[in-house]
Nanobody, 121 residues
Framework: QVRVVESGGDLVQPGGSLRLSCAASGSIFSINTMGWYRQAPGNQRELVAHIRSGGTIDYADFVKGRFTISRDNAKNTVYLQMNSLKPEDTAVYYC???????????????WGQGTQVTVSS
């Protein structure tokens, strides 16, 4: 069993910054991709950014230059530094972790419970 827990969501004014964290724990042999998604009311869940085990990063166009994803492999943790926040960034942010639980085993995806980010004056 793998547990994924996000933290760091909050209410922030436009132009402000937040740092989200997501830690995976449990029966982990290795972690491939770690990523952040978000879902605003009435919208589908969308990719924000992800980072592969080798360090390759992809960002959604709407966050390029404002958000930075990073990971600490020793802690099985991924971070999302969000700067220059806009009201349209308001959403529940979810962490997705692709985990291998045994050597040469399959990859499973695990979602966190989500953390609310609200950007408003």
């Amino acid at each position: 069993q793998v547990r994924v827990v996000e933290s760091g969501g909050d209410l922030v004014q436009p132009g402000g910054s937040l740092r989200l964290s997501c830690a995976a724990s449990g029966s982990i042999f290795s972690i491939n991709t770690m990523g952040w998604y978000r879902q605003a009311p009435g919208n589908q869940r969308e990719l924000v950014a992800h980072i592969r085990s080798g360090g390759t990063i992809d960002y959604a166009d709407f966050v390029k230059g404002r958000f930075t994803i990073s990971r600490d492999n020793a802690k099985n943790t991924v971070y999302l530094q969000m700067n220059s926040l806009k009201p349209e960034d308001t959403a529940v942010y979810y962490c997705l972790v692709l985990v291998v639980t045994t050597e040469a085993g399959p990859t499973y995806q695990y979602w966190g419970q989500g953390t609310q980010v609200t950007v408003s004056s």
